[in-house]
C-alpha cells in the first residue's frame, strides 16, 4: 500500500510558475513509477507527466512540453512538478499517482495506458491560472 500527498498548488498569473510536490510513504519499493494527472473542471482525468526510474525515462504530454519538467528528489519517495509559462488552460486539479513495477507502462518505461496503469493516487492539490 502506498499513501500520496501532493502540496505546493496555488494560484498564479498566466506566465507564472509553481512547484507541486508529492510525497510517498508506505511500500514504497524502488521500481514503482509516479505520475502526475490533472483534471479540469467539468473533464475528465488526463496525464500530464510520468517518470520512469527503471529507464531514467520521463513523459510529458504535447500541452506541457517545454513548460512542465518531472522529476524525482534526492529521496526516491518525493516527486516534482515544476511547472512555467503556466497558462488559463493548466487549470485543474492536479493529481499524483504510483503505478506498480509490473504494471505495462511501468515495465516497458512508456506511456501505453496511462491511468489505467496507476494504482495508487493522493487527494490531489488546486491549481489555478488567472489571465
Known amino acids: 500500500q502506498v499513501q500520496l500527498v501532493e502540496s505546493g498548488g496555488g494560484s498564479v498569473q498566466a506566465g507564472g510558475s509553481l512547484r507541486l510536490s508529492c510525497a510517498a510513504s508506505?511500500?514504497?519499493?524502488?521500481?514503482?513509477?509516479m505520475a502526475w494527472f490533472r483534471q479540469p473542471p467539468g473533464k475528465e482525468r488526463e496525464g500530464v507527466a510520468a517518470?520512469?526510474?527503471?529507464?531514467?525515462?520521463?513523459y510529458h504530454a504535447d500541452s506541457v512540453k517545454g513548460r512542465f519538467t518531472i522529476s524525482q528528489g534526492n529521496a526516491e519517495n518525493t516527486l516534482y512538478l515544476q511547472m512555467n509559462s503556466l497558462k488559463p488552460e493548466d487549470t485543474a486539479m492536479y493529481f499524483c499517482?504510483?503505478?506498480?513495477?509490473?504494471?505495462?507502462?511501468?515495465?516497458?518505461?512508456?506511456?501505453?495506458?496511462?491511468?489505467?496503469?496507476?494504482?495508487?493516487w493522493g487527494q490531489g492539490t488546486q491549481v489555478t491560472v488567472s489571465s
Open positions: 499517482a504510483a503505478a506498480e513495477a509490473d504494471s505495462y507502462d511501468c515495465y516497458k518505461g512508456s506511456w501505453t495506458y496511462g491511468l489505467s496503469s496507476y494504482k495508487y
Open positions: 517518470f520512469y526510474p527503471t529507464y531514467g525515462r520521463t
Open positions: 508506505g511500500h514504497t519499493a524502488s521500481g514503482y513509477c
